[in-house]
């Protein structure tokens, strides 16, 4: 499975960001996916999880109540709506598979977050003040 980020950009706080990844490979619809940040300096941390049939969903606290996850498998898509976006929410922005389940993945340490099956290339998300 191959991963791209897409939808990245700068925003004011308070805006709205919507980001796209695009898979590729026949057995994408058998990962959970989910999508993690890593801002300068700091070590990567989860954001949000789906799972593979798309019928569960996990946010970290942070970002509760102003991200939702979501995936078309027929589309090999995940997306991550960000809304109210804040300073801290500046990040590069992965989406990530792996063969477990979105509860999982929202459990991952940094040290596990860098053993996932399939990571793909970051979209950076600037929030200015």
């Known amino acids: 499975v191959q991963l791209q980020a897409s939808g990245g950009g700068e925003v004011q706080a308070g805006g709205s960001l919507r980001l796209n990844c695009q898979a590729s490979?026949?057995?994408?619809?058998?990962?959970?996916v989910g999508w993690f940040r890593q801002a300068p300096g700091k070590e990567p941390e989860f954001v949000a999880s789906t799972s593979w049939l798309g019928s569960s969903a996990e946010y970290a606290d942070s970002v509760k109540g102003r991200f939702t996850i979501s995936r078309d498998n027929a589309k090999n898509t995940v997306q991550l709506e960000m809304n109210s976006l804040r300073p801290e929410d500046t990040a590069v922005y992965h989406c990530?598979?792996?063969?477990?389940?979105?509860?999982?993945?929202?459990?991952?340490?940094?040290?596990?977050?860098?053993?996932?099956?399939?990571w793909g290339k970051g979209t950076q998300v600037t929030v200015s003040s």
């Open positions: 490979g026949r057995t994408f619809s058998q990962y959970a």
């Open positions: 990530a598979a792996d063969g477990t389940t979105a509860q999982d993945m929202a459990t991952y340490t940094p040290e596990r977050i860098r053993k996932i099956d399939y």
